[in-house]
């Protein structure tokens, strides 16, 4: 039996790395911190002969800012969020989403732009190999049946990145570098909503950096619900930010193949906004909690937060 | 293949490493350094931590070529010539280290917080180690060392402590320092000369026929050296001699998903692996059974999962035993509580996974294999192999955790000797996390309906509980597990009317057996949520409740235990002092309360799995001319700590220090018989074996010095390292005494061992739960609920436990810690959770064990009644602190709500389902 050559390539630019990609058909991974793509290979859901291993590109670990965005190097590592005085002092909302992510020390390791780019998971995909075939294969892995809800046609593997349902309330936009060129791209934009193909990127495409706005200043609220205080992904994410025009945006993750977004201003109702949040995702059994108590959840933590909302902003 | 340049531990290396291969299997396999440790290959359990460049990386999940030219520090490099690193010391001076197989991730992981974060506080700590999962120690000596490391960070003296070695007095174990070091060899850091690997095919139907299995394609690859299938080992086996119905690869048909069905033997795992893809089983898929409904219930004789079983179902064991008439007792009573409960199963969890190495040689067959029990493993070897005992070896290297999950024979330990005999070669296995969780053995679920009858001064006059348990696909320990989950109600209390049926059932999935607190453990969840239901009926204190109850000591239970020492009244008045239960318990505010739970435990069986005349336990002592005692004895130390338990005993009755004796433990060739760490019965059946032996030799000592002396031998004295008479004619240092005794005569060994007394009644299922002694114990819990969302936040937990006497307090207290830790996650966050017969959640990422940041501060006290036929005093600690831990959270639940908990896993959703169903009953009243 023949065996693919396996490789292991080490960019030292973007643009090196894009060529790299080039060449390597369809069968390559870019690998950042690696926490996501390792364990995933390691179950066998992800078989790239070829991984790009972009950690060593410098340009993408710096954080600069101009007079409209702030701007985060993809390849900024999640712990290391909290060395930047800027994100203390105007984003606190996105260090605490940070240190929920995973276990500390997987933080180390892992990246912002990893995080945003996290595959979408569901209970009946992350599994090996042999389990996956015990099971019958689901759509996502070339299977014709979706497990978690028993029909034919689509995927509901879950959005699971913390970061970026945060950035997304903030409004935030991606500096892409791809074989095409580059371009800049607001982040919500990238989420197909397909679980099979939960972004819209081309295959070459790296992010280069994370840009936040700077010229809006927002009040954010985080909640996530997992079923310990460590380790675990997100059953459900929530934020809820408002700016000072009282614009007010929700977005939801972990209850959906794309992060969810409710729009709204401070005079809407909130009771309707709620309303809106809580039937837009198409949550489906694929999690440790059921598909009706994240539900519930989400009108209870979009309640408490625009709670907290109106405390802090009656104080400010 | 890629040349990787590497700095570990200051030492250069350059290696050839595959393009994809990762750090730690580099670091284990290349570089030879086994310390870093590899528990779930996912990044999920932090074992394998290094640093890399002074940053700390999972190296299980780290590419190997990701780390070119970089210096990296393992554990093995933190020591110096000078000793060990402070923190290392503090490890093991705090007693963090168990089984050792999580010490380096957590050695690397703290080191590197404090080293950033200097000023760090306890919280900060918990932080830090929140990614790293340690199953026996609760976390709580962990974050102690960690702590007291940090603070004592800055002051230059740092006194080394004596590390003792007297009954009482708290100790490091004495392989602490290895384990702290990653010098202790675990079962997969092994590596013998050209030995081959093995990998599994599994099946893939939860019950099937297997009409063909073709290997022809999976031999074509290069480097494949043996296949093994079925017909090739058709001995049945089963660690209970009644329940033999396990062959070590499936025969004819697979009963759960995962089961064994094919073996690949070749030159490099990945290789096995490759070729067990390849290998073609075609199945007949047959009717399956996944729930105790499908299996309790009659069915075609052809569909049953077992032949065997006596009738058309798929029952493996119906046991009952009734003392009084419940049925006229319950009438009788003036207050009755009746309740069902379901519990899910779970497992043990142990970090280290399974792991072996077998070879044959001129002394017939040695293998190496983490396992709790050897004696019978031995016999399983023998047995299933069709060879004489004689030609067996089984050696227990240092073992990761057990708890149960590595007490019985196991197919991966009879295939690999099987193969190792075919081949000629020795023969590896590492078991993937995964297939640690396919192979089980973990509690069973459970369902059972169970009253409990009172009067109105809160006497209990009445018990019946029905019982059905989930077995999965085989045996195991599962007839005895039927049998505790009843006779194990018959105390800490008083009952004079008391009755219970269970029933086992076979249904195709991974098969359950013996996990810590042994059958008893959902049982007593379940009767102590009913006598707090009781207490709420007659408005009584529950703890006042109890302290009615308790069986007094030296007595009888109704089935006729022999309870001798019982610490019971003691145990509780301690946890209801600590936590203020008096000013606490009924007056919180909504949301906020406290829970009360008892519990009660065997200290070994009293009778032997396999009926023989031999001593449950058997202990070797040699001493030569260099005045060192060899221990040599059967029973397995897995990280509880029994080795260091052994050295204490003999060292207390020789009056010697430890650093004179040596211990070899369970190796089938060199130590006695010992029946094995199961039933918690070592400290009680091994340690008065050691007493015994001890006393011997102290009696040829006495011999040998008072030769010709007229000096009684009672005036002799055994202290500090001297031998001396009252009147100090003779006043021998311990080396010369040893000369005395050696002189003309050589080396002196010596034998002891501990039988266990006839016991109990005359009645069919008299032995079930017998014991020589039992401990008592009992846990206050405080929980806070988030009423909207149904989260159970575990404030504190305050627990005792009468262990008769602490011969090591240090590892009595890590053992009670340990379980309660245990029991909080089966109470809070774990479950085996299947979907059609397939586990689902088979990873450390979703099976849910608490970690340091879900674990509570624990209040831990020993309570000790000197247990009369204990070694001076002792017995269990290891499993029975477990069971008052679950009721008193779920009954801290219904104290601060008021709903009743009948389902484990406590998931927050279901408290909320029970919260909602409250409110709206309270609606339709007031409507």
């Given at each position: ?103 500390p020390m997987l933080r180390k390791t892992a990246t912002i732009g990893g995080n945003i780019l996290c595959e979408n998971r569901c209970v009946f995909y992350n599994q090996s190999e042999w389990w996956r075939e015990a099971v019958g294969y689901c759509l996502k892995c070339d299977g014709d049946i979706c497990i978690a ?168 | ?927």
């Amino acid at each position: 039996m023949n065996v693919a050559q396996k490789s292991y390539l080490k960019p030292r630019s973007v643009e090196e790395a894009i060529s790299f990609a080039g060449k390597n058909g369809s069968s390559f991974r870019y690998l950042a911190g690696g926490t996501d793509v390792m364990v995933n290979k390691f179950q066998g859901n992800e078989e790239a002969n070829c991984l790009i291993d972009i950690s060593g590109i410098n340009e993408l670990k710096q954080v600069t800012r101009d007079e409209n965005f702030l701007k985060v190097g993809s390849l900024v590592k999640l712990d290391d969020l909290k060395n930047y005085p800027e994100m203390e002092n105007e984003f606190p909302v996105l260090l605490q989403a940070a240190q929920e992510v995973a276990s500390p020390m997987l933080r180390k390791t892992a990246t912002i732009g990893g995080n945003i780019l996290c595959e979408n998971r569901c209970v009946f995909y992350n599994q090996s190999e042999w389990w996956r075939e015990a099971v019958g294969y689901c759509l996502k892995c070339d299977g014709d049946i979706c497990i978690a809800t028993g029909g034919k046609k689509n995927c509901f593997s879950k959005f699971v990145s913390d970061m970026a349902p945060v950035l997304i309330a903030l409004n935030s936009f991606l500096e892409i570098a791809d074989a095409e060129g580059e371009y800049k791209v607001r982040l919500e934009d990238i989420y197909t909503g397909n679980g099979l193909k939960p972004k819209e990127l081309n295959q070459t495409a790296i992010i280069r950096s994370i840009l936040i706005p700077v010229t809006e200043r927002y009040t954010c609220v985080f909640k996530k619900l997992r079923p310990r205080e460590a380790v675990d992904f997100t059953s459900l994410t929530t934020v809820v930010s408002i700016d000072d025009h009282g614009k007010i945006k929700i977005v939801l993750g972990g209850v959906d193949p794309k992060p969810v977004v409710v729009g709204g201003t401070i005079s809407s109702h909130v009771e309707k906004l709620i309303e809106q949040a809580v039937k837009k995702p198409r949550i489906v059994d694929n999690d440790f909690y059921t598909r009706l108590y994240r539900k519930e959840m989400i009108s209870v933590f979009l309640k408490r937060s625009f709670e907290e909302l109106r405390n802090i902003l009656t104080i400010k | 293949m890629k040349s990787l340049k590497l700095t570990v531990n200051g030492k250069y290396h350059e290696v050839l490493v595959g393009e994809h291969e990762m750090l730690s299997n580099v670091i284990r396999e290349k570089i030879g350094l086994t310390g870093t440790k590899i528990g779930c290959e996912q990044g999920s359990c932090g074992a394998c931590t290094v640093l890399v460049n002074k940053e700390p990386v999972l190296s299980c999940i780290t590419p190997a070529l990701k780390v070119e030219d970089a210096e990296i520090t393992t554990i093995e490099g933190l020591s110096t010539d000078k000793g060990l690193h402070k923190l290392q010391e503090k490890f093991v001076e705090k007693g963090a280290i168990q089984c050792g197989f999580c010490t380096p991730g957590m050695v690397m992981v703290a080191l590197d917080h404090i080293n950033k974060n200097p000023k760090t506080t306890k919280d900060g700590i918990k932080e830090a180690l929140a990614g790293n999962v340690c199953r026996c120690t609760g976390y709580k000596k962990i974050i102690d060392a960690v702590v007291e490391y940090a603070n004592e960070n800055q002051s230059p003296v740092h006194p080394v402590k004596d590390l003792g070695g007297k009954v009482g007095v708290g100790r490091p174990y004495i392989e602490a320092s290895k384990k702290v070091q990653g010098l202790a060899d675990y079962a997969d850091d092994y590596k013998l000369k050209n030995a081959l690997h093995v990998k599994f095919a599994r099946s893939i139907f939860p019950h099937a026929k297997i009409i063909s299995i073709d290997k022809s394609d999976a031999f074509q690859i290069q480097g494949v050296r043996y296949i093994a299938t079925g017909e090739e080992l058709p001995v049945k086996f089963g660690v209970l001699p009644i329940s033999r119905d396990e062959t070590a690869l499936a025969i004819d048909k697979v009963r759960y998903v995962g089961e064994i069905v094919a073996a690949v033997a070749a030159d490099t795992e990945e290789i096995a692996e490759r070729a067990c893809k390849l290998i073609r089983v075609k199945y007949e898929p047959l009717k399956e059974f996944l729930t105790i409904d499908d299996s309790i219930h009659d069915v075609g004789s052809n569909e049953k999962i077992h032949a065997h079983v006596k009738f058309n179902n798929n029952v493996h064991k119906k046991t009952e035993l009734r003392f009084g008439d419940q049925q006229q007792g319950l009438k009788e009573a003036e207050v009755v509580s009746k309740m069902s409960f379901e519990m899910e199963g779970v497992s043990h969890g142990f970090t280290e996974p399974h792991a072996a190495t077998a070879y044959w040689d001129e002394n017939g067959l040695t293998i190496i294999t983490a396992t709790q029990v050897t004696h019978y493993l031995h016999r399983t070897l023998a047995k299933t192999l069709e060879v004489p005992l004689s030609r067996v070896r089984v050696i227990k290297p240092y073992v990761g955790g057990g708890f149960g999950g590595k007490s019985d024979p196991f197919p991966h330990e009879i295939i690999i000797s099987h193969i190792a005999r075919k081949t000629g070669k020795p023969v590896r296995v590492r078991l993937s996390r995964e297939e640690v969780f396919l192979t089980n053995h973990g509690r069973h679920p459970s369902r059972m309906t169970i009253q409990l009858g009172a009067n109105r001064d809160g006497t209990l006059k009445v018990l019946d509980a029905d019982v059905v348990i989930d077995g999965g696909a085989y045996g195991s320990f599962g007839i005895v597990t039927s049998y505790y989950n009843g006779v194990l109600l018959q105390a800490p209390y008083k009952l004079n009317n008391f009755g219970f049926r269970t029933f086992r059932v076979y249904t195709n999935k991974p098969q359950c057996g013996a996990m810590r607190g042994h059958g008893a453990v959902n049982s007593r969840f379940a009767v102590e949520s009913l006598i707090d239901d009781i207490a709420h009926k007659i408005k009584m204190d529950p703890v006042e409740l109890r302290m009615k109850n308790f069986l007094d000591p030296d007595s009888l239970t109704v089935g006729q235990y022999r309870i001798t020492s019982n610490g019971s009244r003691e145990s509780i008045q301690k946890v209801a002092d600590q936590s203020d239960w008096k000013n606490k318990y009924g007056k919180m505010k909504y949301g906020h309360g406290f829970g009360v739970g008892c519990g009660f435990f065997i200290s070994g069986s009293a009778l032997p799995i396999i009926r023989n005349e031999l001593p449950q336990s058997t202990v070797h002592l040699k001493v030569d001319f260099d005045g060192r005692v060899l221990i040599t004895s059967g029973a397995n130390d897995i990280g509880q700590g029994s080795d260091t338990m052994l050295a204490i005993i003999v060292a207390e009755v020789l009056g010697i220090s430890t650093d004179k004796i040596f211990v070899i433990g369970a190796d089938t060739l060199l130590t006695p018989v010992d029946l094995g760490s199961y039933s918690s019965r070592v400290t009680f059946m091994a340690g008065n074996a050691a007493k015994n032996a001890a006393e011997n030799l102290r009696g040829e000592i006495s011999e040998a010095v008072l030769k010709g002396k007229e000096i009684p031998s009672d005036e002799l004295n055994f202290m500090e390292d001297r031998i001396f008479s009252n009147d100090k004619r003779i006043n021998l240092s311990w080396s010369e005494a040893i000369d005395v005794l050696t002189a003309n005569r050589g080396a002196v060994s010596v034998s002891g061992k501990y039988i266990s007394p006839k016991l109990g009644g005359d009645f069919k299922g008299a032995g079930a739960g017998l014991s020589p002694s039992y401990s008592f114990g009992s846990c206050v819990a405080e929980v806070k609920i988030d009423t909207k969302t149904g989260q159970v936040k575990l404030l504190n937990v305050w627990g005792a436990h009468d262990c008769g006497k602490a011969i090591n307090p240090l590892a009595v207290e890590g053992q009670l810690e340990g379980s309660w830790h245990m029991g909080i996650g089966q109470a809070l966050s774990e479950e085996m959770k299947y979907y059609k017969g397939l586990l689902v959640n088979n990873n450390f990422l979703d099976y849910k064990t608490p970690t340091t940041l879900d674990t509570p501060d624990l209040y831990t006290n020993i309570i000790e009644t000197i247990d009369p036929e204990g070694p001076f005093g002792a017995k269990e600690c290891g499993e029975g602190a477990l069971h008052p831990v679950i009721p008193a959270i779920a009954n801290a639940i219904y104290d601060a709500v008021g709903v009743r908990v009948k389902k484990l896993p406590i998931k927050s959703e279901y408290v909320l389902e029970l919260i909602k169903q409250k409110e709206q009953s309270k609606q339709e009243v007031s409507i």
